[in-house]
């Protein structure tokens, strides 16, 4: 800008002589040199438009900006006494600027919005700020967050027209503290579950609810008393079969409870469980026919499921009660050095005798002769083959799962 501005003056300044603009003339060099000159003056004038409208621009902006109200965050916890300050928050007066609007009078000040009686404002005279106050106890889960307005009032705040000017905006949090305790959504359970259920598996999951925030609301579980059996995943509330419940005919019964991160950590109520082991369907009394004891068809495999995770010495089932007063079992195939499942001589428990293997053995097959100690032979039915021996044969297809 300085450089055209010096070229202009010196172009204008300097007069050149007759005899140079003669001879520049016949040359055809005065045309040129006197557009040069009508272009620089019209250079000139267009920068000298921008920098009147960047400041009127600016001027304006400006104005805007220091008209905008100033923004102020606070917070106080929940259930604190009235009268609480409110942290974080601190208005410097000169912020407000009372003078721009009551410069005769007195500056008095008011609250606006939603609920905006939970709270009273002062002014800290000898430190120059505006503070915040609790009128009352607040329920962060009733209230969580208040918008409020402080208004400005010349002589006196008694009603909402005299205010002059909203000159700040206020936003304060409740924080949460651990009023309450989890609480679950149902009531206690009673649970029937196989016997042959793998383990590992899922039988149930519980769920509690806590109505605080944060930390206050992440809740573990837990069981009591603690049982072998089922265990109770902290994180999740699911409760895992750990171990074989195969043979057990008691319910097992335990109490769940969840508690929460909070300090001091609150604990619910307890809600009670109870599962129920349901063992294998006992066919075997139950399915009597009319085959004649000298039939020797070749009964069909009895299936039962097992979990390759039942631990060795697990009671599949038991063979009992059968219509022989007095009654032995044998295994007959394979023999007890080559099957994973033994059978008891004298109670008839389908026993595992060592670890079962799905990917290696899916299925086991065994049969069982049922013999009467007395020579007797009583137990037919479709199942059972009667063979001259006064014993009977029981097929079994074992699964493993």
Sequence with gaps: CVALSIRVVLISSARPSTSLLKREAKAGKLLPRLWRTIGDCCKLTAMFWNILLAYCVTFVLGNKTDDRIPFFHGHVFENSPPGSKVNGLSIPVKRVDPQRWCAKSGMHLKLLGDRSEDFHVFAHHKRGHILLKTSSRLDREEHAEYFLSLALCCQSCASTERVVAEVASIKVDVLDTNDHEPAFQHADVKITLDDAT??????????????????????IYYALPKNGS??????????????SILGLEQPIKFSVFARDHGW???TSQNMDVEISPRQWPALLPQLD?????????????????????????????????????????ELIQPDSDNSPITVS?????????RRLDRETQPLVEITVKVQDKRGECAWTNPLISTVPLHGSFLTFAIRCI
Excluded: C, W
Aim: glycine share 6%; hydrophobic share 40%; charged share 25%.
């Design 289 to 329: 026919s009319g085959l004649s004891r000298k039939s020797r068809s070749v009964p069909e495999p009895v299936p039962i499921t097992v979990s390759e995770d039942a631990s060795i010495g697990s009671v599949i089932m038991n063979l009992h009660p059968v219509r022989f007063q007095s009654a032995s079992f």
């Design 230 to 243: 089922f265990y109770v995943v902290p994180k999740t509330g699911d409760i895992l079969l750990v171990d």
């Design 345 to 353: 001589r004298d109670s008839g428990d389908l026993v595992i005798s």
């Design 264 to 266: 001091p950590a609150r």
């Design 198 to 219: 793998a383990l590992k598996s899922v039988v149930y999951t519980v769920k509690a609810e806590d109505t605080d925030s944060g930390k206050n609301a992440e809740l």
